[in-house]
């Protein structure tokens, strides 16, 4: 039983308070978490567990967009169901928002309040479905701000209950409006991968997620099948998907939601190989830093890979850096913090950077090493090998205008690398590959499978 909830700005200001129980929670345990965060990560909340323990309270957290959900409770309760539902929160109000910043939560904090108390009765989680929440809480437009500020009136509750609360499947409205007649499937996936010194792959995992974007009148039965499935493991679904096909077959049987949704995430064990390297050298002598990084494709995997950035902090104690690269740009930003964008690679060369870092007077060598963080993307393939064999749909009104039984098209199955940090870790002359595809918080675990 969650005792009371916040959301503080990523200065730990209290944005929002909603009191779950009769039992009143004061705000100095707010207080209490952010100087926790100032003395064990300057700041950033989110590299503190999610789970920590006050004098008085159990607090759990999820950070989004600089925005902090914090729940807390005096009460034994399962950890995860607490960390679920706060990352709940946060999806449907990005949903109903389509952002999440501070001067958003500020500009609709009434909206958020009328989410929250549906969202929970008693600091029980009971309404989580976005498609019911819609439903008994309207969704802002242009045109109901406009009628908002002209009568004065502030709420968008609507004024019957939502038939979806009686069905079978709660997550689907029972009236599709504007339905396309047709459903795109995506194959989304990120690398966490570990090269020593030698270049030899130590470790490469792929963490992936379907995503399905559904506009099917009725209610329609989807099958989706893979040709590989044996290769995912830690497969973690979404609340519509069956689970005796699934254990059976290994085919994901379900009734979707209307629009866009995750369907499924999982994880890909031991693969062979990463798509491109990254060589950092630093050596120091004489009060001197030599710097080169080189970056390279090392297994091409048949599509361009673009948005290519390299970015690492400056050692502490240096002076001035001089730093220049044959391909893109290089920015020192006001962090200390050196940017390197080279986008694409190009054919004739190989993109390297290097220069020089001045140290201070009194140092000889540089003792404390950077980490390289490497940030690239590939559309149209999916490392892992995964791939699509057939999505059949059944229950509709009429034949799917894309998508259907064995339809497999460009415009429906799309597949999608995204590597969001890859950190080369120079002291120990590693490159280690770290992305998720998800907030940490929504990772597959094998306990919710």
Request: net charge negative; hydrophobic share 40%.
């Amino acid at each position: 039983m969650l005792q009371c909830i916040f959301l503080l700005s990523d200065s730990g200001e209290v944005m929002v308070e909603k009191q779950t129980t009769a039992h009143r929670v004061d705000r100095a345990i707010c207080g209490w978490f952010w100087d926790y965060v100032l003395a064990h990560a300057a700041g950033d909340a989110s590299k503190v567990l999610q789970v920590v323990v006050s004098p008085t309270h159990y607090l759990f957290h999820v950070c989004r967009n600089g925005v902090i959900f914090l729940a807390c409770t005096q009460v034994e309760m399962p950890p995860l169901m607490a960390i679920e539902f706060l990352s709940r929160v946060a999806d449907v109000l990005t949903d109903y928002l389509g952002d999440l910043n501070e001067d958003i939560i500020k500009d609709n904090f009434v909206l958020v309040y009328q989410i929250l108390d549906e969202m929970m009765d008693n600091g029980f989680p009971l309404t989580t479905e976005p498609n019911i929440l819609k439903d008994m809480i309207i969704p802002p437009n242009i045109v109901s701000k406009m009628l908002n500020v002209v009568t004065g009136k502030s709420s968008n509750l609507g004024n019957k209950l939502p038939d979806a609360t009686a069905s079978y499947v709660p997550w689907r409205t029972t009236v599709i409006k504007d339905a396309s007649n047709e459903v795109y499937v995506n194959i989304v996936e990120e690398l966490d991968a570990c090269v020593n010194r030698e270049g030899a792959l130590v470790k490469c995992e792929a963490y992936g997620k379907i995503q399905v974007n559904s506009s099917l009148p009725g209610v329609p039965e989807l099958t989706l099948s893979f040709a590989n499935p044996t290769i995912i493991n830690d497969v973690r679904f979404h609340p519509c998907v069956r689970f005796r096909p699934w254990e059976s077959n290994q085919i994901l049987s379900f009734v979707p939601p209307d629009g866009q949704f995750d369907l499924m995430s999982y994880r890909v064990k031991k693969l062979k190989t990463t798509p491109i390297y990254v060589k950092p050298q630093l050596t120091s002598d004489s009060g001197n830093c030599r710097v080169n990084v080189m970056v390279g494709i090392r297994n091409d995997p048949g599509k361009p890979i673009d948005s290519i950035t390299v970015q690492f902090p400056l050692p502490p104690l240096i002076a001035s850096a001089d730093l220049t690269a044959n391909y893109g740009t290089v920015d020192i930003l006001a962090d200390k913090t050196c940017l390197w964008t080279i986008g694409q690679i190009p054919k004739d060369k190989a993109p390297s950077l290097s220069g020089n870092l001045r140290l201070e007077e009194e140092l000889t060598h540089l003792h404390t090493f950077p980490t390289f963080q490497v940030k690239f993307r590939i559309m149209g393939v999916a490392l892992s090998g995964l791939q699509i064999d057939k999505l059949e749909v059944k229950n509709t009104p009429s034949a799917p205008y894309k998508a259907g039984a064995g339809y497999q098209d460009e415009d429906c199955c799309i597949w999608m690398l995204t590597c969001s940090v890859a950190e080369i870790k120079t002291e120990f002359c590693q490159i280690v590959v770290s992305t998720y595809p998800f907030h940490r918080e929504n990772l597959p675990m094998s306990s919710l499978a």
